[in-house]
């Protein structure tokens, strides 16, 4: 999958600047327990409060305890870090979490990455999913719209963890999410910028419907020899029955 985007290589030339910063520590609203899932006998608690919440939120940004959208598929819950009831921390910042982040052997690094996709949904009001399988509540990867200052477009970017791949979890996660974003939330297009020597990043693009267009060159591309993938709305798609699974 396209190791893409994520905001270590693009941020970390900031920790320096910002160690000096006081961190503020808050309680989390566990959603993991310690082995870093989710129960599966928690799910459908889970799946009915969202769905309960959801009649009355929004995707945008209200002061409230679920501000944030979730999204379902068949074998798959993609749900924002930035949600209240989502443990972060435990998700991605402990020992023996998942690792589907870049530098994460860097655990500074890897905790602006995970800060930095958080702040991302609060000032876009939009961001990576976590995705989360729901026959086991593991955390097996993100994807989602990623456009930190400096891109020069929304993108699609999706990373899966090396044990999830193959099973055919980023295409229907993708799906759900251009679903999303072309019917809810009415974008025109969003783009993929994926490295020439990508193959099997390249090959889901395609199997997902997008068109190859210019190469792309910017000052944070975290990759040379880039390709922008155009991602649009399908006539014969939009005619059909929404796929998106919505649960807020």
């Given amino acids: 999958m396209m190791a893409t985007h994520l905001p270590t290589r693009v941020f970390t030339h900031i920790r320096s600047a910002v160690a000096a910063l006081p961190q503020r520590n808050s309680a989390l609203t566990p959603c993991f327990p ?3 899932m989710i129960e599966p006998s928690l799910m459908p608690k889970q799946v009915t409060g969202a769905r309960a919440a959801g009649a009355e ?5 209200p002061d409230t305890d679920n501000r944030f959208p979730s999204l379902m598929t068949k074998r798959l819950l993609l749900v924002s870090p930035a949600e209240a009831g989502f443990d972060a921390h435990d998700a991605f910042l402990r020992i023996g979490a998942p690792r589907f982040i870049d530098a994460v052997d860097d655990p500074d690094a890897l905790w602006w990455s995970i800060a930095t996709i958080i702040g991302h949904w609060h000032l876009r009001g939009y961001g990576l999913f976590a995705l989360i399988e729901r026959n086991t509540g593991r955390p097996v990867g993100m994807i989602g719209p990623w456009f930190p200052k400096g891109w020069p477009e929304p993108e699609l970017s ?12 980023a295409s229907e996660a993708a799906e759900v999410v251009l679903d999303w974003l072309f019917r809810e939330k009415n974008w025109s297009s969003i783009a993929s910028f994926i ?12 199997q997902i419907g997008a068109r190859p267009e210019k190469l792309v060159s910017f000052r944070l591309a975290p990759a040379h020899n880039m390709r922008t993938w155009r991602h649009q709305p399908r006539k014969h798609l939009l005619d059909r029955p929404a796929i998106t699974g919505r649960l807020q």
């Fill in 34 to 36: 310690a082995s870093g």
């Fill in 195 to 206: 490295p020439e020597d990508n193959a099997a990043s390249i090959a889901l693009a395609q």
């Fill in 158 to 169: 999706w990373h899966l963890t090396e044990d999830a791949r193959g099973k055919g979890y």
């Fill in 57 to 61: 939120t929004s995707v945008g940004m």
